[in-house]
């Protein structure tokens, strides 16, 4: 039971490993804006499981650089709470320019499950520093261009996807470095409770995943996103060693709230 709902609040935090993107691909215009929030719901089958936000906090300032500040949480509902307790949160941070990441932390607490994270970029000497808590600080090198797990998500929103059906970007928790693959499989139309929207179909490569994707050979995630220039995630699926789960987008605030139109609403 642990090991399902742990699973569950990771379905955000690990798919973002494998958002990827060619930077020459990237456009000058930013589909996000501080005060976006977009609010999902979090379930196992039919079972409500908890709460999840993606928001853009006020521009930063991060070693000098002006900064995005991207913030993630996910928490458990109180009946999950009964059973296994989940307050996750991610803060980072990348440069106005979305050309890399500067500063990634992660607080994890789940069930007696305690991290605090720190990863900080350094682009002169193009390495990362990671530490957890007052552990040994771990130093790799960084590839050009290198994000971080939240704020990949982001950049990946700059894409051409529906021209182009495959991408691939390096991506970094502090620990180790991923070159992985985005494909586009398809459009579809879906219904969420934030409304009916168009979408393409996302399917990250799970090669270089672990854990419960991993030891389950045909395990599967799948992304919804807004067929449009502001790339909003709807829905997320996955198929896992523990079973099925899903997010689904329930509503939007700040400066798209307004033009986040729905087929249904627009009819």
Known sequence: MRRLLSTIFHLLFFVSMSVFGSPAAAAEHHPFQPGEKMHFVLKYGAISAGAATLEVHEMDEIQGVEAYHFVMTARSNSFIDLFFKVRDRIDSYADAKMNHSLYYKKDQKEGKTRRNIKVDFDWEKNESTYV??????????LLPGTFDPLSVYY??????????GEFEHPVTDGEKNLMGIMRVIGKETIHVPAGTFETLVLEPDLQNMEGVFSKKPRAKIKLWVTN??????????SKAIVGSFVAELIAVEGHLSEKVSSLKNSE
């Open 132 to 141: 957890n808590f007052d552990t040994e600080p771990k130093v790799i090198g």
């Open 228 to 237: 449009d220039a502001r790339r909003l995630l709807v829905q997320m699926k």
């Open 155 to 164: 950049y990946s929103r700059l894409l051409d996807f529906e021209n182009v």
